[in-house]
């Protein structure tokens, strides 16, 4: 919402500036977005004219001219082609800061003669990119007089962001009314004087609604001016309109818009010779198509409120009026329409045909419901002032909406909700101003004024009283702390998460936060893509599909950076993966990928990453998650977008709690992605809560006796996992054996064909003595006889 | 009678001409092994009178001795000889780079929540979160935004498939329907934040159709707008780490409070740089107010005896403006410099004893 300093002095007496009234503007809730002050930019500049222009006697595009200031003449080169005697221009002396430029001017010598100022182009004072020439004023611009009031460019522009429920203040008299009673000045009447009808309208309105939808139009009311003749519209007007970025077209369409910015009172006004028969507000029908102002054809539909004649709709409720029935400049005979819109329905109606208007910006923020007729009057006003003509009396459907309701208010309110210690007689004044009703009693009744629909409680009560007496009296207090020393406020899960994100960061995982979304082709190849995580307007047809994994998003980023030339990667994130399109089916996911080949380096110690690496960094986090070693077994295989044979699963009973190994070469090659892929998944949500225990340890009881270790090789066949021969030979005895490791395994020359050694090195703790020969060797046949057993294999000699 | 100052002579000429340890080991053989030269003048003295053995041993047996002492300080050099000699080949070239590790890298976003979180749990805020999929109903209808409101539109809403019953799910477009479900489930007092990811359909250097948000809430019988502004100042104080900062309180607009406040903070923007608690910019913080009395009674709390304010504020947003990233956009792009330039160490966990930031 835009207007001009002088407009808003129309409606309120004061003395402020314009940078007084914007800091107030904002300070009261009507936030401002920009103060256009040209006049003050360009203060320094002044009316001068030119008394004689002669040509330079050293250069041959360059004047000397003699210019008169207003305090004394001065000589100055110019290079403007239009420099010549007589005419007006706009001065700048030494000293003056030039817009443009930004550098200031200074007496100078243009090929040997002095030049004691500057005559400015449009471009210099940053008025437009006109560059051919320097300005020229009219020519009864005053001498030494300020260059903004001659240009008409002395009246700053304020721009106001509107809060959606500020309709009352989509108009220049609400936006003095709140600054009056913020105390920036007094709020001029905008009392509006009843035109007399000179005859009886020949055209009737009526509301044709069914009694369920009638609440789209409660009010039609409609005049008809015979006889006018439509033209430009005053100059002030003109320059009114332009200053607020809106292009006059005649004085008919400039009143409309006039009282639109003035009062916030959308009018349309038809061509009453194009209207066939009378008037009427009804619901559009189905596939009623309607040529509209901006020269669209738009397609109604029967949730959609139109004004129309006997023959079809003639405009868009609230929205737009229609092209046919337009006024031009041969217009003689009018039908001005003033109405009451339902906000709900025209906000609908705009945003289903797209269309942006100042009348749409209006109506659904709500228009003042008792302003119908009033505005009527003032606009009949105008037109007969600007285009003459006679008004008929003014014909009325429906009748003013309801708005009167009564808010029991206990003033004590705003300190209990504002904390704003105020006595009765400040919150009443304060709401007098704004216009509501304040009847005394306990609690207060307080009437909200009929341009307020936004209000209907006491917390907006409070809302208008603070805003207006100032939310920087509002005192700061401080909130009670629950406990002296504050308490620890995470939750298992968060600490989990928290401690898994900075283990990953620690192994050498750069953290990574992808879109939720990505596109269905990667959804589909890890279980997603189905419809039902498919997005209804995705912000690109490729950010379509809620992710089913977190690793899709990663396998995008590392294509991303090896197209940067980036080949090895390290990358996670933490993020939610989802199960299905319904509230509350994702789970967290630690995910990470290893990437490449390996750096290439002169030590060889790095490998290619592989799915041991994804493992490891797999445990670690899980570890670090539970804070406690991880000893459930993996179990080979994982989901279909790991390599079938070289990927795990990590299970607590039913639950899986991860997965990892090197993905599946067909997923690495969707992505485009060069060298083997290691990646893991952990699913948060499905590590078990540690168990409550206590801070101490376990008591600290090593054993005094000496360990002893003992190396095993067992031949098995090839298919035989690591797995199957340490398990076997840990249950030997639980108690003795502190733990089983494989620590070699080979294939090839020595081993028969099918075949591979396994060794395992085993060590035994004694808890109570020293073992002795015969005890360690009866353990180390218990443990071949079972490995041999469970596996088929025998011991390597 | 052997020239025992010739043998001595020979014996010490011999061992400093040893050139290694076997070469001294023939030496120390030949003068005092078994057959050795000063071992066999040795037993001769059992052969000798006792006045020629008088005058003998302690010749011979000095002998003994240099030779023995000659012997060791020899073998000593030569171990050193060796040592250096070892340590001269085993010389390498340390200007060669150390073995490559991977050096990961905390996001900042993930590092500033960590960030607000120990700023707010000082104050005894829990951290609530909920699901990125939310009901049409958490997400707008228990904010008092009806069907119809046109604050609705101000959303900019991602929608998900219709579903079989003809309900439409959504991306949540910010955290307050945490709020909404923390109500349902838990009697006040509430002190709560919530953070998490939020969407809306909107994407240029400022906007991302996913951003981060986190939201306050807190519902009691006392707590005012006072309150709520004595958060907002200490929280930037603490969250910044300045000494002061300067807040200006706008009125403004959300269906879900009344009154409604803005929080703008003062800056000077000039130089390319954001500094804080001077200049004459205005930076948009954060929007909050008291909770709409009609939230809490869809949400089932009494108004009549429960008030309380709600805030929020992007993390991400805070992200730039603390640490300087001027555009939105790559937070999400997983630009491995990117990520490199404005990311965080593992160790850096932030801490109010240790200070937010390094």
Redesign the interface.
Known sequence: MKFTLSWLKDHLDTEADAATIADKL????L?VESVEDVGARIADFTVAHVVSAEKHPNADKLKLCMVDTGADIVQVICGAPNARTGIKVVFAKPGVTIPASGDVLKVGAIRGIESRGMMCSERELLLSDEHDGIIELPADAEVGTPAATALGLDDPVIDIAL????GDCASVHGIARDLAAAGLGRLKSGAVHKVPGKFKSPIAVTLQFAPDTKAACPLFVGRYIRGVKNGPSPKWLQDRLRAVGLRPISALVDVTNLLSLDRGRPLHVFDADKLVGNVHARLAEDGEELLALDGKTYALDSAMCVIADSNTARGIAGVMGGEETGCTETTVNVFVESAFFD??SV??TG?KLGILSDARYRF??GVDPEFVIPGMELATRLILEFCGGEPSEIVVAGSVPQWQREIAFRPDAVK?????DLPLQEITRILTNLGFTVEPGTPLKVMPPSWRSDID????L??EV??IHG??H??????A???AI??????AA?KRL?SV?????????????????IPRVHAALFGGGD?????????AAD?DA?RPSVLP??LA?AA??QA?G?SD???FE???A?DS??????KTVAAGIRIGAG?R???K??HPADAFDAKADLLSAIESAMGSAMTAPVRAGAAQWYHPGRAGTLALGPKVIGQFGELHPRVIAAFDLKGPVAGFEIFLDAIPEPKAKSKARALFAPSAFQPVERDFAFVVDARISAEDVLKPARMVDRALIESVAVFDVYEGKGVPEGKKSLAITVRLQPKDKTLTDAEIEAVAQKIVTAVTKATGGTLRT | MPDVQALETSVLNAIAGASDEAALEAVRVSALGKKGAISELLKSLGGMSPEERKANGPLFNGLRDRVAAALAARKTALGEEALNARLAFEKIDVTLPARPEATGSIHPVSQVLDEVIAIFADLGFAVAEGPDVEFDDYNFTKLNIPPDHPARQMHDTFYLKEQADGSRHVLRTHTSPVQVRTMLKQKPPIRIIAPGRTYRVDSDATHSPMFHQFEGLVIDEVTNLGHLKWTMEEFCKAFFEVDEVELRARPSFFPFTEPSVEWDMRCDRSGGQIRFGTGNDWLELAGSGMVHPRVLEMCGIDPSRYQGYAFGAGIDRLAMLKYGAPDLRPFFESDLKWLRHFGFTALDLPTLAGGLSR
């Open positions: 904002t300070a009261i809730g936030e809060t959606p429920n500020r906000p709900v906000a609908a945003r659904e923020r209990r909700l504002a904390g704003l409680g006491a917390a907006d409070v809302e603070v805003r939310l920087e509002v005192p700061s207090v401080p909130m702390r629950p406990h504050a308490r620890p406020v995470l939750t968060q928290r994100r900075r283990l990953l960061a620690s192994r050498g995982f750069n953290e990574c936060v992808s879109y939720s979304f419809e039902a995580r498919q997005l209804e307007n995705p912000i950010l809620m998003s990663l980023a991303r950076n940067r980036i990667l390290v990358l933490i993020g939610a989802f399109g319904l509230p509350g089916e994702q750096a380096d002169w030590s110690s790095v």
